[in-house]
T-cell receptor, first 113, second 113 residues
């Protein structure tokens, strides 16, 4: 399985600030994604991180709020901008390498005060 | 109607029993189906993937897919207390949804000694 790391693993932030989460995959993957898991909920896809181009966002998520970069095949960042308490969630990146493999990073636990 | 729906939990089974987890999906062109296990405070861990109608076995786990009924299930034989977790069903639709996982709400499984 692919090894996926994320940092920070957790953070406590003040409302109105921004946090950038980094995701590193140990091997080349075809696709990288960012998900959100709100407290007590399942995972929801935020966007597909496209290498060298703008991310593709799902309904309800916008670039101004969640800018994403993917400068190469194995690295991506997600920024949570102008945070509010409603952004308190776990943010997970995943790497997809063919039809049978999609693995998740350990997640970043974000609490916004 | 939810796109991916799992049987309501929580589900409690005695140690050594068979745990049966069920999932239905609404998109008929869905092509790939996954079961993830998520322990409290951890990220989802891929258990099984299945693409063709029928059964797929891996150790104590068996995934069953019936595309005509839009139904996928996970059986856990000889359940152990360590199997206690939230089980997430995830689906990748066809077409332009390549790699994008849509998750069910999860079923909490408790295996009691």
């Amino acid at each position: 399985s692919a090894v996926i790391s994320q940092k920070p693993s957790r953070d406590i932030c003040q409302r109105g600030t921004s946090l950038t989460i980094q995701c590193q995959v140990d091997s080349q993957v075809t696709m990288m994604f960012w998900y959100r898991q709100q407290p007590g909920q399942s995972l929801t896809l935020i966007a597909t991180a496209n290498q060298g181009s703008e991310a593709t966002y799902e309904s309800g998520f916008v670039i101004d709020k969640f800018p994403i970069s993917r400068p190469n095949l194995t690295f991506s960042t997600l920024t949570v901008s102008n945070m509010s308490p409603e952004d308190s969630s776990i943010y997970l990146c995943s790497g997809h390498r063919g039809p049978e493999t999609q693995y998740f990073g350990p997640g970043t636990r974000l609490l916004v005060l | 109607q939810k796109e991916v729906e799992q049987n309501s939990g929580p589900l409690s089974v005695p140690e050594g029993a068979i745990a049966s987890l069920n999932c239905t999906y609404s998109d008929r062109v869905s092509q790939s189906f996954f079961w993830y296990r998520q322990y409290s405070g951890k990220s989802p861990e891929l258990i099984m993937s299945i693409y063709s109608n029928g059964d797929k076995e891996d150790g104590r786990f068996t995934a069953q897919l019936n595309k005509a009924s839009q139904y996928v299930s996970l059986l856990i034989r000889d359940s152990q207390p360590s199997d206690s977790a939230t089980y997430l069903c995830a689906v990748i639709a066809g077409g332009t949804s390549y790699g994008k996982l849509t998750f069910g709400q999860g079923t909490i499984l408790t295996v009691h000694p």
